[in-house]
């Protein structure tokens, strides 16, 4: 027979592992998705963090915090997925100059793109360094993906969580030298990729809603002359997983044009939501059978003058992981489709 009092304690430390290590489960989210730059891929390692932690639990000292222990294996589990997959690009990170709107669209399936994450899923609180938009937003998610894994592991301990040297050689197990020598690269590795965007002076409150009123309106009546407008005159726009990407309001409307399965007013209806600290939309495309389908999810970058980069990401996977469905209910006639 088993033995009640084992039983009970083991439900004990389960139910005390649990009460001190839940609260950091969506801190540890946003660090894995940092340093793989894949939201399922942090979802994964998170789970094998806890899991691990908790076999170990009953071995735990206390000789650091149990948030410092539970990112020291929540980093080497990153490390060494990293090890086996290499790193996650947009298209304007691979290095190919941008293309005509008209080009043919050549899509890569095979390679492992970045992709966003929910707003929801790692907090929002602005407060928070952890959950900061600064500090989870697309372009230094795809930065990040420039530099080597352990470079990043500790820029992204020392800048982002603001660690202190002799913690992050703890949690790599090496020397406070060896990690402001790699911080020291890692920043200047870091300056020659980050996109000149970044700097780009926000819209106000006002103003973006405005903007994003305005953003839904061209869209869902596939007004492209309206769309053309909302852009900077230096906006980008990828797409993947099709390798090529685009620049400036001409090109980026040609290839809605030309590629674009809607071609009138209603064939699209867009649902807000938040990415990477960033407001985006769900794209539905109207299907022959009059139901509009998830077809894309874009993430928005805005400045003052307007959009300033379009990343539309075309992976259905995503629809679930934003908790958006896959078919929007018909709407009634005369009713405005976000009614």
């Known amino acids: 027979m088993s033995d009640p009092s084992a039983k009970q304690e083991c439900m004990t ?18 660090h894995c998705y940092r340093m793989t730059g894949s939201v399922h891929d942090a979802e994964d390692l998170v789970q094998e963090t806890y899991l691990r932690a908790w076999r170990a639990y009953d071995r735990f000292e206390g000789r650091s915090s149990v948030r410092t222990w539970l990112y020291q294996i929540a980093t080497n589990r990153c490390l060494t997925a990293l090890g086996q997959s290499g790193r996650r690009p947009l298209p304007t990170g691979l290095g190919a100059p941008s293309e005509r709107g008209d080009s043919p669209v050549v899509a890569d399936d095979e390679m492992p793109w970045l992709e966003p994450i929910p707003d929801s899923a790692v907090g929002a609180d602005p407060a928070s ?17 420039h530099l080597p894994p352990r470079q990043r592991a500790v820029l992204i301990l020392r800048d982002v969580l603001q660690w202190r040297a002799a913690e992050v050689a703890e949690v790599l197990e090496t020397t406070t030298t060896a990690v ?16 000149a965007e970044d700097t780009v002076s926000e819209p106000t409150e006002t103003e ?7 953003f839904v309106r061209a869209f869902e009546s596939y007004d492209v ?13 990828e797409m993947p997983p099709f390798t090529g990407w685009y620049r400036g309001p001409d090109d980026i409307t040609l290839v809605i044009k030309t590629h674009c399965p809607a071609k009138t007013a209603g064939d699209m ?5 938040s990415a990477n600290g960033q407001p985006g939309f769900a794209i539905y495309i109207r299907g022959d059978d009059g139901v509009h389908r998830a077809f894309n999810l874009q993430v ?12 539309t990401f075309f992976d259905p996977r995503l629809f679930e992981v934003f ?5 929007l209910p018909a709407v009634e006639e005369g009713v405005p489709a976000g009614k």
């Open 180 to 195: 402001n020598s790699s911080l020291q690269r890692a920043r200047a590795q870091l300056a020659t990729v980050t996109p």
């Open 300 to 311: 928005l970058s805005l400045g003052r003058e307007g959009v300033t980069r379009l990343t």
């Open 129 to 145: 360094v952890v959950t900061s938009r600064e500090s989870i937003r697309l372009a230094l998610i795809a930065a990040l993906q």
């Open 208 to 214: 973006q809603r405005e903007l994003l009123e305005r």
């Open 225 to 237: 002359d309206a769309i053309a407008h909302l852009l900077t005159a230096d906006a980008v726009m």
């Open 323 to 327: 908790g958006l469905p896959a078919e």
């Open 269 to 273: 209806r867009l649902m807000p939501c």
């Open 13 to 30: 430390v389960s139910e005390d592992f649990l009460q001190v290590t839940d609260p950091l489960r969506r801190e540890l989210l946003a």
